[in-house]
Structures are given as C-alpha cells and as structure tokens.
C-alpha cells in the first residue's frame, strides 16, 4: 500500500506512451509466434492420423494375393 502521494508518483513510469493502447494488440496471444505455427496447417493432425489408419488397414487387410 502507498503511503504519500509522492510514492504514488515515484513509481509511476516516467514515460508515458499515448499510444500504447492501440498498440496492445500486437502483444496478444493470439498472434504470437506458438500460436500462428500452431494454426499454420489447420488439419494437418487429422489427415496424418486418417493417413496411418488407411495404411495399417491396407497393409493388413487388403493383401494382393498375386506377388510377382
């Protein structure tokens, strides 16, 4: 807690930029780097896990009998 105003205005920074409120989106999390690597191939996870499945199920079940 603050005892004087004094205090109060010591610690207050002593620049004050009047632009730092249109600027505060650029530090959201939604465009930092994690998050934009993270979104760059939106069904890349889901194609690499139908792509498996299919193989495993071809290599298992779809045996070609005929093998030259």
């Not at 205005?9 to 939604?30: G, L, T, V």
């Not at 890349?44 to 045996?63: D, I, P, Q, R, S």
């Amino acid at each position: 807690m603050l005892r004087s105003h004094t205090e109060s205005q010591a610690r207050r920074p002593i620049y004050n930029d009047p632009w730092k409120r249109r600027e505060a989106w650029r530090s959201h999390q939604i465009f930092s780097k994690s998050n934009n690597f993270r979104t760059l191939f939106p069904g890349l996870g889901y194609a690499t896990v139908a792509f498996a499945v299919y193989c495993t199920y071809e290599h298992f079940f779809l045996k070609d009998k005929k093998h030259h």
